[in-house]
């Protein structure tokens, strides 16, 4: 006769995550730039907390499919995308929606958009700084977008920054172009971008000093008073200085980036992370340790 077994018997039961402020506002982040590496998710919603320890959270909401991994298309480089359960747990949060999108099309685009718009300001915007993104100005109605939002260009910026000094404000549009479109195509762009008065500078990120030339020559209209609007820094200089690099040509030429955007800021030293030899925010590890993405991101 075989000897039962007196010991406990372990449960299939396990409990799900009850999420908390911060997991929402995680989500809520992650969902807004439709990708996410562990490293931004820890600094914006978690600054107080080890990096294993966000990483654990994470792999929590993964596993209740709140969350899952993308990858480049080399099988690396890995980042957080929400799931439709992700997006169902924080709707009541967001304005109604034209699209439910989640994935990112371009993963290696959308991560370099997330490094230089949100950048330095990682922990939290000054007050005085609103940043709006793509998927924001595809997913929202206009009624639920600021006023100063350009809402009729051809195509959408990928993203906006806007600074509000009281009597005086800028709106800086975000196009990071890493792959050259037809002359035509740029001719529109520049129009567009000519005729609207809610954007006072257009600020692209390219590949090359020569990209850079080229566009410029295409989006600008010399005989204009508004076509002067552009200027150009390179992806290397991002990739080695982030908000650091100068930008090489336009009316801003000879600025870093961060001076551009936080000499007219309200920010408190607690807002504004401290000047880094490398964006950060490529970092696509997911236990948040330091790796060579930014470096690598050509195969992603």
Known sequence: MKQQNKGKVKSNHRKHVILSNRDLGALVFIWLWKISPTIAIAKRH???TKINTVYNRLLKLKRDKYIEVQYGTDGKHPVWTLTKKGLSAIKE??????????????????????AVLLGDFVFKEPENIEIVTEQSL?????EYL??????????????YWHIDNGENSETIALEVELNRKKSSDYKDIGRAYMCTTKVHRVLWLVESLNMAKRIQFQVEDPESSYGAKHSFFILRDFYEKGWQSKIRLGDAKGKSIRNLLCANS??????????STKPLLLETGLTGVKSDAYKNLNSS
């Open 266 to 275: 309200h920010a408190t030293p607690m807002q504004i992370s401290e000047p």
């Open 146 to 159: 600021s006023s100063w939002v350009s809402v009729n260009l051809p195509r959408r910026p990928d993203g």
């Open 46 to 48: 978690f600054p107080e």
């Open 93 to 114: 949060y967001l304005p109604p929606l034209k699209e439910e999108v989640l994935r990112s099309g371009n993963k290696r685009h959308d991560l370099i958009v997330l």
């Open 138 to 142: 595809r997913c929202f109605d206009e």
